[in-house]
């Protein structure tokens, strides 16, 4: 017994070497970092300036793969699935771990699979209009929409998107009622919008902007918490009578499930000191993007808090379309 018990200790006390070991030489060859959706995106703007930093801090190869498809599940499926070694990383949407499990209960991957390591960026999103649409802030937008329930129409990416579930939200606080038009994506969706044949849609900052610029489209407010650097002039949902309300994409960094702490603390550190450097913030703020670093545990709270919400909401919406 004694014997057994000894044998035990040495595995255990070898595997914690091992571990320590290999938290100390990671990384002696290029990490992948996974995202799942296309090439030429927020995502892939946010994973290319990051890998970039990354390369320079750990004197390593970090390498963008892009495994679009299933709205971002093949790809995050993929790293869920990966060996936890530190070498394939993922560079996830909110959409992934906040709204998908509450939208379909049959995805191949869960939020357990996965280990945080840090907020990368806010994709704030901003409330536009087309100019024919009498309302030019929230509080004109509720009185008209309260006059003519279901005259307004709004242009949304489809079921369990955030732009339909923060449009179904601001109905839900504001007592009123839009005519939702999904589209299969905001690129298709923008036609009908500068037409005016839809009249409002929150849309992502990056993709608004030439358009706010040349009054092809108005801006009603921003769906941050906070006024955003991009369009100072324009005040937040939250200000317009809706407190606390945010309807924001956010990109994050995570590692597979039983990564070693240490590797995820050192990239953790690593992308804080990249959010940090002036050269990434004025390229992310450029394109629209707020350059936003955490700890794992700030980036875990954030997801449970905005996964509640969005339960929240979507059991509302499911009860009322079964009426």
């Given at each position: 017994m004694r014997t057994f018990?000894?044998?035990l200790l040495v595995v255990a006390a070898l595997a914690v070497a091992n571990e320590r070991?290999?938290?100390?030489?990671?990384p002696n060859r290029?990490?992948?970092?996974v995202v799942a959706y296309s090439a030429g995106g927020s995502g892939d703007i946010v994973a290319r300036a990051l890998a970039q930093k990354l390369t320079e801090s750990f004197g390593q190869s970090f390498f963008v793969e892009n495994r679009p498809g299933a709205s971002g599940n093949i790809g995050t499926d993929f790293v869920a699935k990966a060996v936890p070694d530190g070498y394939t990383l993922l560079l996830a949407s909110d959409i992934q771990f906040a709204i998908g499990p509450n939208f379909d209960e049959h995805l191949p991957f869960q939020v357990k699979d996965f280990s945080p390591v840090s907020l990368v960026a806010d994709l704030d999103l901003v409330l536009v209009a087309h100019p024919s649409l009498a309302a030019n802030d929230v509080g004109e937008l509720v009185a008209q929409a309260q006059r003519d329930p279901g005259k307004i129409n709004y242009g949304s990416t489809g079921p369990g998107s955030t732009h339909q579930l923060a449009t179904e939200l601001l109905q839900q606080l504001g007592h009123f009622k839009l005519t939702e038009v999904p589209y299969r994506g905001s690129?298709?969706?923008l036609p009908d919008l500068l037409a005016g044949r839809t009249h409002i849609m929150l849309l992502g900052v990056p993709q608004s902007l030439p358009y706010l610029r040349d009054g092809q489209l108005k801006a009603l407010a921003v769906g941050a918490l906070h006024r955003i650097h991009t369009l100072p002039n324009v005040p937040t949902i939250a200000?317009?009578?809706?407190?606390?309300?945010?309807a924001t994409n956010y990109w994050c960094?995570?590692?597979?499930?039983?990564t070693s702490k240490d590797v995820i603390t050192r990239l953790q550190k690593a992308t804080a000191d990249a959010i940090n450097d002036p050269d990434l913030r004025e390229r992310f703020l450029a394109s629209g993007l707020t350059p936003v670093g955490s700890t794992?545990?700030?980036l875990a709270v954030?997801?449970?808090?905005?996964s509640a919400k969005w339960a929240g909401v979507l059991r509302e919406l499911r009860l009322r379309s079964s009426k």
């Open positions: 018990w000894t044998s070991t290999t938290a100390e030489e990671w290029p990490v992948k970092i690129s298709q969706s200000e317009q009578g809706f407190p606390d309300f945010e960094l995570y590692a597979p499930g039983g794992a545990e700030t954030r997801i449970d808090r905005d």
